[in-house]
């Protein structure tokens, strides 16, 4: 399974951004896909995650801000970032899950930058 993160960029406080997630390769043993960020000098947090089913979760600081999709037709997921803060300011990543056996597979992230 590869991901490919995109949509990332610079945006002014109150802003909004649309990231993107294709993935390829054998994308059904996918249970669900999610979106983890690193702010600077911060570990690895999770944002959001959709499974295959539909059933979207949220981290509880952008439960509402932030909404994730996703196109089967497409292999890709989706998220839409609203009222953007300084503190979301990170590099989000992408990330395959596999319930049995754990596994994961990370995508290069994209840069978020949002001023004050």
């Known amino acids: 399974v590869q991901l490919q993160a995109s949509g990332g960029g610079l945006v002014q406080a109150g802003g909004s951004l649309r990231l993107s997630c294709a993935a390829s390769?054998?994308?059904?043993?996918?249970?669900?896909i999610a979106w983890f960020r690193q702010p600077p000098g911060k570990q690895r947090e999770f944002v959001a995650g959709?499974?295959?089913?539909?059933?979207?979760h949220y981290t509880d600081s952008v439960r509402d801000r932030f909404a994730i999709s996703r196109d089967n037709a497409k292999n890709t997921v989706y998220l839409q970032m609203n009222n953007l803060k300084p503190e979301d300011t990170a590099v989000y990543y992408c990330?395959?899950?596999?319930?049995?056996?754990?596994?994961?597979?990370w995508g290069p992230g994209t840069q978020v930058t949002v001023s004050s």
């Open positions: 990330v395959g899950l596999i319930i049995t056996p754990p596994t994961d597979y």
């Open positions: 959709i499974t295959k089913g539909g059933s979207a």
């Open positions: 390769g054998n994308v059904f043993s996918l249970n669900s």
